[in-house]
């Protein structure tokens, strides 16, 4: 008996009739509706009452429950949508006094705004400790000029202590410290490994407790600040314990970028250099026809962000841009075909094995190096492509091979993507500049192939 012949449906008032072989099922659905402070249900198709539409405060949800009655019991079915607000904004001067940004900047109802303004404001602060040392004492001087009550926890935030220690260890301090849950954002100052931390961590007090995140190296700026994910290590694989839950806001400031290495902005040229493979041609010119200058110059050019013809805040708006693109409809990873997963096939396996040889956006690129000899020996791009994205990444001054990243090692993780991505390979190929596709199959022998050629051309 097949399954359209086993169960029939009937449209009936205010619900669906089930019947089922063996049996019959009455199946029923209601909307929820909010009458002053209590939720009461009425079934689908059927008006709210007269009664109810006469008060000032009834609210309708779109959460819905269906309820199912068989010959052995009940059980309810809850569809509730999810919803998440959050802001980021890119702004001069984050921590001028006189720029409120950084105090109200996450609020957007002006009702909302109008009460905290009246009220003395409390902020906990997690910073890394070499930004610390840096601006410390601008975040000191911010809130004394505000009156407001604060404390600044400084942490080694590295991908070796970025561990459940070092959440709980926040989480301490939060509570002693006391934070209203809904209304005194916790703040996270730092890089990716920072953000992340402090965003599981928030995630965790009390259920949820907003929390923003101000990014100050180039790679937390166009990748971890933007999106819902956060997570810490565990049993040694990178990011293995986490949640979704985005901050209320990030404040993007790329001031704080001028004061680190230029190891870390070609770090983060990295992941940028991910998002123009995938989506974007124009920003794969910018970097290969700019490379160099964002280097040397740190992405600081005298130019304002109302300005729209310079390189550098043209690269990061599009760098945001695309990923937010990608982001947005998919914050849960409810669908795991992901293009922002190029570069993250291999990486993580990588970088954990060679902790702490490899930065993070070093380890992504040499897996983009690896899977773009793949996509050209599969036939996607051209030896012309090809070239021009390899000479492109050494001009970025990031490293396209690594002896440890062996045919072993490439053959483990797709493997462990396999098994993890519903047994598909799930494969972000480029299929050309600034066009991707997802793959399901590539054959042992072509990946051993791309592998003999990658490592002829790039190990030296």
Request: with cysteine.
């Amino acid at each position: 008996m097949s399954a359209s012949e086993f169960f029939k449906f009937t449209p009936i008032r205010g619900g669906t009739k089930l019947e089922a072989a063996g049996g019959r099922s009455k199946l029923k659905e209601y909307q929820l509706v909010q009458v002053k402070n209590t939720w009461c249900r009425v079934e689908s198709g059927h008006d709210i009452p007269k009664t109810w539409e006469e008060e000032d405060q009834v609210v309708i949800s779109e959460a819905k429950i269906a309820e199912q009655f068989t010959e052995s019991g009940i059980s309810w079915t809850v569809r509730t949508p999810i919803y998440f607000c959050y802001k980021v904004i890119e702004c001069q001067n984050l921590l001028d006094p006189s720029n409120m940004t950084f105090l109200y900047g996450h609020l957007s109802d002006p009702q909302e705004l109008e009460t905290c303004q009246k009220k003395i404001q409390k902020r906990f602060v997690v910073m890394d400790k070499t930004v610390e040392k840096l601006y410390g004492f601008k975040v000191r001087k911010y809130f004394e000029a505000h009156n407001v009550i604060y404390k600044i926890l400084a942490l080694d935030t590295t991908e070796e202590t970025k561990s459940m220690d070092l959440v709980l260890h926040i989480l301490e301090e939060v509570h002693r410290f006391g934070l209203d849950r809904r209304t005194e954002p916790i703040i996270a100052i730092g890089g990716g490994v920072c953000l992340d931390t402090v965003g599981l961590a928030a995630s965790l007090y009390r259920r949820r407790t907003p929390y923003i995140r101000v990014p100050t190296t180039l790679l937390s700026y166009v990748d971890a600040s933007v999106g819902a994910k956060n997570g810490v290590n565990f049993s040694n694989c990178k990011n293995k314990l986490g949640s979704y839950t985005p901050p209320v806001a990030t404040f993007l400031d790329r001031s704080f970028i001028q004061t680190i290495p230029r190891r870390q902005i070609s770090n983060g040229l990295g992941e940028i250099l991910k998002m123009a493979l995938m989506k974007h041609k124009g920003l794969f010119e910018l970097l290969e026809h700019h490379g160099k200058y964002l280097l040397d110059t740190k992405f600081q050019s005298r130019h304002s962000y109302a300005c729209c013809n310079d390189a550098a805040i043209m690269t990061m708006r599009l760098a945001i841009q695309t990923m937010l693109e990608e982001l947005a409809p998919n914050l849960w990873e409810d669908d795991l075909d992901r293009l922002v997963d190029f570069g993250h096939i291999l990486s993580p396996e990588l970088e954990m094995k060679v902790l702490p040889a490899l930065m993070h956006g070093e380890a992504v690129n040499i897996d983009m190096a690896f899977m773009t000899y793949l996509s050209h020996e599969m036939g996607l791009i051209t030896e012309e492509e090809k070239n021009r994205i390899i000479l492109c990444m050494w001009n970025l001054e990031l490293p396209v091979w690594h002896s440890d990243c062996s045919f072993q090692l490439i053959k483990k993780a797709m493997a462990e993507r396999f098994k993890h991505c519903g047994g598909k390979l799930r494969l972000p190929l480029p299929t050309g500049l600034g066009n991707a596709e997802i793959f399901n199959e590539v054959s042992e022998e072509t990946v051993q192939r791309a592998f003999a050629i990658w490592r002829e051309e790039c190990s030296t």
